[in-house]
């Protein structure tokens, strides 16, 4: 019996001077792969070729074992929603659902519309039109229109992005937990960092057509496989320097004249040339330098620049290499930051990733 999930080999496509080049993947029945990538990378592209509006000049697409590389839109029963949801505005929300009926294979046991708009908490809505719904109601409907199809997919293509802060957050943990219970797999493209990391099970950085780098949320965070996706991933500081050192899997790095230290399993050679990136929020900040504590790297910095990032505050900082941290309002008054121009910053030598030039 084939496992249930959602398989692409070597997919290819040219449409115009854009091509998708040679991807590959596998999404099981309850898992979420999140499609990371700037604007232009191809991330739609892909998608409206999962979903049969494409025909790729070469690789195959499986839906529970099934081959459906060549079959039509109608026939892959798959679940697209778009940033605008695509709701029918002249019809009622439990029209909108009973739509989704004429696409579900005969004989399917299908749930009654009534059930499914109780399911997903907008059965008070039903004889409402989507003009009337706010963002979030319009993705339930959606969902539920999707669920009457009884698809074997979701794919979707930032539903969230017109919407507000407040209810995105509130949104995404909806549509995480609306996913965990449908136990359908799901493709979902986004350019939000946060959105990605709330909701991916593996993710996908895509660039100019193709997978740059496929992991778990944790690797892609704080394991770039080069400079330019630690970038786009919110790593902040990254330094070109030279491995002078190694001892007992902890590499001592040159730059600028001072010295970083990094630690993990894989060492680069002595001699190599690497790129060191932290995390400002690896960074940690003291008036002094801390005696007792066993962590390796404690820079001496010069205050450079602050401002208010959010619920945080942006420390750029001097060590002799650029340097930046993310710290607390709480620690940002008791260091008096706004003043300081002199601090101590710390970074765990197991908090620095290290790319070979």
């Given at each position: 019996m084939t496992a249930p999930g959602m398989t692409v080999e070597n997919l290819s496509l040219r449409v115009g001077a854009f091509a998708?080049?040679?991807?590959?993947?596998?999404?099981?029945?309850?898992?979420?792969?999140?499609?990371?990538?700037?604007?232009?990378?191809?991330?739609?592209?892909?998608?409206?070729?999962?979903?049969?509006f494409n025909r790729p000049d070469r690789g195959r697409i499986r839906i529970d074992g099934e081959d459906v590389t060549a079959a039509p839109p109608e026939a892959r029963r798959i679940g697209f929603m778009f940033q605008d949801y695509a709701l029918f505005p002249h019809l009622t929300v439990a029209q909108n659902v009973a739509f989704g009926r004429r696409f579900a294979p005969s004989g399917t046991d299908a749930e009654p519309v009534e059930a499914l708009l109780e399911r997903l908490g907008v059965r008070h809505l039903a004889d409402r039109k989507p003009k009337h719904l706010s963002g979030g109601e319009k993705q339930r409907v959606a969902l539920a229109r999707?669920?009457?199809?009884?698809?074997?997919?979701?794919?979707?293509?930032?539903?969230l992005a017109a919407l507000d802060a407040r209810s995105r957050d509130q949104l995404r943990r909806d549509l995480k937990e609306f996913l965990r219970l449908?136990?359908?797999?799901?493709?979902?493209?986004?350019?939000?960092?946060?959105?990605?990391?709330?909701?991916a099970d593996t993710i996908a950085v895509m660039?100019?057509?193709?997978?740059?780098?496929?992991?778990?949320?944790?690797?892609?965070?704080?394991?770039?496989?080069?400079?330019?996706?630690?970038a786009f991933v919110g790593v902040e500081t990254v330094v070109e320097g030279k491995v002078v050192a190694l001892t007992d899997g902890v590499a001592r790095i040159a730059v600028n004249g001072a010295f970083v230290h990094a630690a993990g399993a894989v060492m680069p050679p002595v001699g190599a040339r690497v790129l060191?990136?932290?995390?400002?929020?690896?960074?940690?900040?003291?008036?002094?330098?801390?005696?007792?504590?066993?962590?390796?790297?404690?820079f001496p910095a010069r205050v450079v620049a602050t401002e208010s990032a959010?619920?945080?505050?942006?420390?750029?900082?001097?060590?002799?290499?650029?340097?930046?941290?993310?710290?607390?309002?709480?620690?940002?008054l008791e260091l008096d930051l706004a003043n300081r121009r002199e601090?101590?910053?710390?970074v765990k030598a197991t908090a620095v990733h290290l790319i070979a030039r």
């Open positions: 998708l080049r040679d991807i590959s993947f596998t999404v099981g029945a309850d898992e979420i792969l999140v499609i990371l990538g700037h604007s232009g990378a191809g991330k739609t592209v892909l998608l409206e070729t999962i979903a049969g999707a669920l009457a199809a009884s698809s074997r997919l979701f794919l979707f293509d930032e539903p449908a136990s359908v797999p799901a493709v979902y493209v986004t350019h939000d960092q946060a959105e990605a990391l709330a909701l660039r100019q057509g193709s997978f740059a780098q496929v992991g778990t949320p944790s690797a892609i965070f704080n394991t770039p496989a080069d400079a330019e996706i630690a060191a990136c932290i995390r400002p929020e690896d960074v940690a900040l003291a008036v002094l330098p801390q005696r007792d504590s066993s962590v390796r790297n404690q959010g619920l945080l505050f942006k420390i750029a900082l001097d060590c002799g290499f650029p340097l930046v941290a993310y710290v607390s309002k709480q620690s940002y601090a101590v910053a710390s």
